[in-house]
Nanobody, 126 residues
């Protein structure tokens, strides 16, 4: 069982930065994937980024690559999403998630993740 609590988010102008954090409590296996997803109004939930808890291998959606960075701090049981050069199309509710038995073929699929944070709003607007 993994519990996830998000923090961060808010309103930022285009080109600005925000940092999201997710605190994971409970047992987090080394092979687990910790991910970030987002959902805009009227759209399906989409993959943003993920990281292997043990190895630290990262995965990104093409739309955020080179702008967003996912990291994890095993000692603090947290993983973060640093978002730079934000665009209006990044506006969405962002969710952190955990898949304790992640495999590469489904690491970008929201259906593979068993545990979810409560979500936090990110709004990019001038």
């Amino acid at each position: 069982q993994v519990q996830l609590v998000e923090s961060g988010g808010g309103l930022v102008q285009p080109g600005g930065s925000l940092r999201l954090s997710c605190l994971a409590s409970g047992r987090t296996p080394s092979n687990a994937a910790m991910g970030w997803f987002r959902q805009a109004p009227g759209s399906e939930r989409e993959f943003v980024a993920a990281i292997r808890w043990g190895a630290g291998t990262t995965y990104y959606a093409d739309s955020v690559k080179d702008r967003f960075t996912i990291t994890r701090d095993k000692a603090k049981s947290t993983f973060t999403l640093q978002m730079n050069n934000l665009k209006p199309e990044d506006t969405a509710i962002y969710y952190c998630a955990a898949d304790p038995t992640a495999i590469l073929s489904t690491i970008r699929s929201s259906q593979a993740y068993d545990y979810w944070g409560q979500g936090t709003q990110v709004t990019v607007s001038s």
